[in-house]
Every structure is written in C-alpha cells, then in structure tokens.
C-alpha cells in the first residue's frame, strides 16, 4: 500500500471548516484513500473513503485531486468534539492482493479552539 | 445496531501474570482483527481471523500472545506471562470480509492494559 505524509498538527476555530490533507503521490490506480478518526482514549472511528471521485457523508467531504496524489478531509463546521488524531491510509482492493489491515501513519492532531 | 464491544476496557496486573481481552465483533462481520497500539502511535495488526480461521498471525509474538475465535463470533487475545513492555492499548476491530472489493473495518474502543 502506498506511504501517507500527513501534517503532525493543526488547530481550527469551533465552527469554521477545518481542511485536512495529505499526500500520496504513490498510489496506484486500485488503490482507496481511507480516514479514520481517533478522539482521546478511544478505538479509531472510520470516517470516509473514496478512490477518484469526491465523496460526502454525514460526518464529511472527501476531495481527491484529479492525479490522485493528494486528498482533502474536510469537516464543514468543527465543533469541539472533532478535536483528535486523524490518520490518512491508502489501500488497496482485496482482490488486488493489498493487505487486509491498515497501516496507520503518525496522522495528524487537529485541535479545534473554542 | 451494537458496534464492536470490548472488554474490559481497563486492565492492570503485575509483570509475569496472565491476561486476557475479550471482543464481540458487529453482528455478521467475519473478518475480526486484533491490533496494537503503543502510546503516541498508530495502531498495528497482531493476529486477523476470517470466521474462525487465523490467517495473518506473522505479527503475534506467539511465545506469550495467543488468541482464538471460537465458533467464528467472538474472539480471545491472551498474554501470558505479561512483560512491563506490554503495556498498551489492544484494539478489537471487524469488518464484513471476504467478497467486499472494499472492506471497512470498524473499532471497538480498546482495553488499556498497564503491567506493573
């Protein structure tokens, strides 16, 4: 699976949309980006997934650059509760063969200021 | 609908005793992984099931680490004897398995474990 550079930190006002990103210039053309959440002493929380095209959930967006080299979590309007690690993980299919699990990188702590 | 339970959520012993975690994965997920995570790190694979068949273990320090998942549901990770480098936080996770071209696994919160 493709390596992750995520920002070690970043802090957000409450209510302002907080632009998360990271960088996979390896990733191939099977493989998914994934972002998982991890608030303080919990188990990490699946956010969003995608592979070429923007996606939206409830919780929020994914924006993937047309070369597939970077991605963007956005969360639309922070509120104290967002405040966590958030990891960046490419993987691939499982019928491409990639590994089951996930590789988690160092992520990045957002802290959202009231 | 439950999501993955853990127990329990605190563990603390002394160096040399047995320990064992307890995971309930989502209901009709066969695919349930155990992971680790050392403090200021990301988690990291130790032992994956499908149903009841360990087929990624390469990560499980099987002197002391053992687990099984009995009946494909439930799963047991035990350590015996426990060491001071033990202590860490294991993370209980599931997903549907086998025939998903994506297959997103979900988190239990984890038993912090500290051995003395």
């Known amino acids: 699976d493709a390596k992750t550079t995520q920002p070690p930190s970043m802090d957000c006002a409450e209510g302002r949309a907080a632009n998360l990103p990271c960088n996979h210039s390896?990733?191939?053309?099977?493989?998914?980006v994934y972002w998982y959440r991890q608030i303080h002493s919990q188990g990490p929380q699946y956010i969003i997934h995608?592979?070429?095209n923007n996606e939206t959930n409830e919780m929020a967006s994914l924006i993937i650059t047309e070369d597939r080299k970077s991605s963007t979590l956005i969360l639309p309007h922070a509120t104290l509760r967002d405040t966590a690690v958030y990891y960046c993980?490419?993987?691939?299919?499982?019928?491409?063969?990639?590994?089951?699990?996930?590789?988690f990188g160092s992520g990045t702590q957002l802290t959202v200021l009231p | 609908e439950a999501g993955v339970v853990q127990s329990p959520r605190y563990k603390i012993i002394e160096k040399k005793q047995p320990v064992a975690f307890w995971c309930n994965p989502i209901?009709?997920?066969?695919?349930l992984y155990w992971y680790l995570q050392n403090l200021g790190q990301g988690p990291e694979l130790l032992i994956r099931?499908?149903?009841?068949?360990?087929?990624?273990d390469s990560q499980l320090p099987k002197d002391r680490f053992s687990a099984e998942r009995l009946k494909g549901v439930d799963s047991t990770l035990k350590i015996q004897p426990a060491e001071l480098g033990d202590s860490a936080v294991y993370l209980c996770?599931?997903?549907?398995?086998?025939?998903?071209?994506?297959?997103?696994?979900?988190f239990g919160p984890g038993t912090r474990l500290t051995v003395l």
């Open positions: 996770a599931s997903s549907l398995g086998i025939g998903r071209t994506t297959d997103t696994q979900y």
């Open positions: 390896t990733i191939s053309g099977n493989e998914y």
């Open positions: 995608g592979l070429k």
């Open positions: 993980i490419v993987r691939g299919t499982i019928s491409s063969g990639s590994a089951r699990q996930l590789t």
């Open positions: 209901s009709g997920h066969n695919t």
């Open positions: 099931y499908e149903n009841e068949e360990a087929v990624d």
